[in-house]
């Protein structure tokens, strides 16, 4: 149990354009999902915490209007990168916090690699 | 929540225990220890966490220093699959939040 999915896997863009990236929790229902960037050879960088029916909260120097997040129902969230330009371009992973053992546990997703051309 | 500090990067020879050693000695009272590890262009994979007392689980096994500024995770033996980006998290009682540091790289050579 406990999986989470990321869709798509790859997605490449054009300048200009806004990309969604879906986040789903199949076998649990999440209150809470987070959203990490990651750069070639770099540490995971949380961008925000998505709260299922509520705003999400940005970590500080993450712009909420160009990463816009969506939590719309207990399994999914999406990420939807504005007008994308190439130093977006990185590796997207979600997490969904559930409770196991007594304690909040995160799962992530397989991550979503973005190339803004 | 607490900073880390871990080795960059670690050998390990395949079927050996691999030790990895973490500093958080800025930890505070509420505050538990996790450890996750990254393969290669994947997402993230819960291993074990502790608060203040050794763990063992079906993947390692994690020792906690009695004032608990520091702790190991210990792969008992590693394989070639182990080889990955190991990161020890220091995550307060009453968040979610997990701020990742920057890792120990284990390579797992046969």
């Known amino acids: 149990g406990a999986v989470v999915s990321q869709h798509p896997s790859r997605v490449i863009c054009k300048s200009g354009t806004s990309v969604k990236i879906e986040c789903r929790s199949l076998?649990?229902?999440?209150?809470?999902m987070f959203w990490y960037r990651q750069f070639p050879k770099k540490s995971l960088m949380l961008m925000a915490t998505?709260?299922?029916?509520?705003?999400?909260?940005?970590e500080q120097g993450v712009e909420k209007d160009k990463f816009l997040i969506n939590h719309a129902s207990l399994t999914l969230s999406t990420l939807t990168v504005t007008s994308a330009h190439p130093e977006d371009s990185s590796f997207y992973i979600c997490?969904?916090?559930?409770?196991?053992?007594?304690?909040?546990?995160?799962?992530f997703g397989p991550g979503t690699r973005l190339t803004v051309l | 929540d607490a900073k880390t500090t871990q080795p960059p990067s670690m050998d390990c020879a395949e079927g050996r225990a691999a030790n990895l050693p973490c500093n958080h000695s800025?930890?505070?009272?509420?505050?538990?220890v996790y450890w996750y590890r990254q393969i290669h262009s994947q997402g993230p994979q819960y291993i074990i966490h502790g608060l203040k007392n050794n763990e063992t689980n079906e993947m390692a096994s994690l020792i906690i220093t009695e004032d608990r500024k520091s702790s190991t995770l210990i792969l008992p033996h590693a394989t070639l699959r182990d080889t990955a980006v190991y990161y020890c998290i220091v995550r307060g009682y009453n968040t979610d939040k997990l701020i990742f540091g920057t890792g120990t790289r284990l390579q797992v050579f046969p």
């Open positions: 997490s969904a916090s559930r409770l196991a053992g007594g304690h909040n546990e995160q799962f």
């Open positions: 076998d649990f229902q999440a209150t809470t």
């Open positions: 998505s709260n299922e029916g509520s705003k999400a909260t940005y």
């Open positions: 800025t930890i505070s009272g509420n505050e538990y």
